[in-house]
């Protein structure tokens, strides 16, 4: 993204674009939130601590990666039910889809994690570490991985675990519950719940699509 500000911590419509991804999780539609854990650079755990949402909210220091920050705020949780739904997000990703979020909360009776993601439109090409082309994937079979991701917590808790244990990193975190053997269900999700990314991103703020 560039810039001197951090791009979760950018103006988003007068307020911190990560500030704005949590607000509308409490929006109509969603399901109801007990609390939230927010992994944050150490500078920023006064600041965000100060917010005030409609249910508690507890702040810790995030790691190098990806992984290691959530893993760090999962920790927050230690005294929740463990089967409590937990769905995993993105700061960066303003516009969760309320109807395929509570689509993803409930197949958790019937599977262990669930992932919103974007079918692919894109035809897709398999490549060699010199680029020939080896291989064109069959695009209906092809999902773009979004968030939330979710899992009950006792689930979360093992898999971030197991993957310590066996120095597994993934690039998202149902990809720990894959490796696990677990079953992840994809939840289909409208492109409109991007992720800010590059400038460009932030145009038409307010263009999300709720559904």
């Known amino acids: 993204m560039g810039g001197p500000v951090p791009k979760q911590f950018m103006d988003w419509g007068g307020r911190p674009l990560l500030r704005a991804t949590i607000e ?5 539609g969603m399901p109801k939130i007990e609390g939230v854990a927010i992994a944050l650079p150490s500078d920023r755990i006064d600041e965000v601590s100060k917010w005030e949402f409609p249910a508690p909210h507890w702040c810790a220091e995030g790691g190098p990666t990806r992984q290691e920050s959530v893993h760090a705020a999962l920790k927050l949780l230690d005294g929740c039910p463990p089967d ?8 960066v990703r303003p516009f969760p889809p309320p109807g395929a979020v509570n689509e993803a909360i409930a197949l958790l009776g019937e599977w262990d994690g669930a992932v919103l993601a974007e079918a692919s ?15 064109t994937e069959p695009r209906e079979v092809i999902y773009r991985a979004q968030t939330p991701q979710v899992a009950k917590l006792s689930i979360w808790r ?13 690039t998202d975190d149902v990809s720990m519950l894959e490796a696990m053997g677990l079953k992840v269900r994809v939840v ?5 719940n991007r992720k800010i990314t590059v400038p460009e991103d932030c145009r038409n703020q307010g263009s999300g699509i709720r559904g």
């Open 158 to 170: 093992r898999a971030f675990a197991w993957a310590e244990q066996q120095g597994f990193h993934g």
């Open 84 to 91: 409590e739904p937990t769905m995993i997000h993105d700061a």
């Open 24 to 28: 509308t999780f409490f929006g109509p």
């Open 188 to 192: 289909p999700s409208p492109p409109s």
């Open 121 to 135: 439109t894109d035809t897709l090409k398999r490549v060699s570490a010199d680029f020939r082309v080896v291989a």
